[in-house]
């Protein structure tokens, strides 16, 4: 039902952050930086994702945020739109107020906070699915939500609703992975969460990313990503080996913390985070991440 959209997903997504300026959103450098991304050849982006500080977001600010990144991307490379929280009928009831024409999937993290069973973790996703319009991409990142989706929980999800088209795998449990690969349906996708375990996670059989550095370095990163896909490990080695050490420091003081500072050190927008996330601190990290960028001009 949605092989096509899954073929088109295969490859590298950017969680976009939200460019902040004064206190609000920077629409200007909202727009440089999603042409920056799909000129850098990504496959697809990501809207209001953990990544976008979606959660500092007031109502009207995500409904102006989603039109503008609609109109921005026009129709140039798919959009997934970021939509989850820990209160299931709510979450369904703000999903039914949003104009998703123009959204091609929904991204959707599993509760935060309420640590639910994985039969809470099933019934909830299942209900959201009875009330969704769009195919599902789960979102497992337990230590942001403090729970696991099992790798037993996300095979059983794919195998109930092909409405299920995939999950953004960011537990760093390569065994998990391997699980799901193994054990889901083949037309369910598996994306990495994480950066710097993107490489491994093809080589074992995933289908991409949805990459927070890719923000920064659309090209190099999607071409790491893309020789990978096509086995040619040789040449994607020498690409992730060139990203990896920023990677590592992008995460140091918290997302997007890292990114936002690169992302200003090469131009594209305003080194700006709201409360309670704050920007990098700690000179010696940011010592570290200047002399990473500057090897990569």
Request: hydrophobic share 45%.
């Amino acid at each position: 039902m949605y092989a096509s959209l899954i073929r088109q997903l295969r490859g590298t997504g950017v969680a976009l952050v939200t460019p902040f300026k004064a206190g609000q959103i920077d629409y200007p450098a909202l727009q440089k930086l999603i042409d920056h991304c799909i000129e850098g050849g990504v496959e697809f982006l990501v809207s209001m994702g953990t990544t976008g500080e979606s959660v500092t977001l007031s109502k009207e600010e995500k409904k102006a945020l989603l039109a503008f990144t609609k109109k921005a991307i026009a129709g140039r490379v798919p959009l997934v739109l970021g939509h989850g929280g820990n209160n299931t009928a709510a979450l369904i009831e703000e999903l039914q107020a949003i104009d998703l024409e123009g959204v091609d999937a929904i991204l959707s993290a599993s509760p935060a906070y309420n640590k639910p069973s994985q039969e809470g973790i099933y019934q909830h996703y299942m209900e959201f699915a009875a009330n969704c319009p769009l195919p599902i991409i789960l979102y497992n990142v337990p230590g942001r939500t403090s729970s696991n989706i099992s790798a037993a929980t996300c095979i059983r999800l794919a195998k109930a609703s092909k409405q299920f088209i995939g999950v953004k795998e960011a537990s760093g449990n390569l065994g998990q992975a391997m699980e799901i690969i193994q054990g889901a349906p083949r037309e369910f996708a598996l994306w990495s969460g994480d950066d710097n375990l993107t490489l491994a996670l093809i080589a074992l059989g995933g289908d991409g990313v949805i990459s927070v550095v890719a923000n920064a370095y659309p090209l190099r990163f999607s071409e790491m990503v893309r020789h990978g896909l096509e086995d040619e490990f040789r040449e994607a080695r020498a690409l992730h080996y060139t990203l990896s050490q920023l990677v590592d420091l992008l995460f140091v003081e918290g997302n997007p913390a890292g990114i936002k500072w690169v992302l200003n050190a090469i131009g594209i927008m305003e080194n700006e985070l709201r409360l309670p996330l704050v920007p990098m601190q700690n000179e010696q990290y940011i010592k570290a991440l200047k002399a990473e960028v500057d090897a990569l001009q």
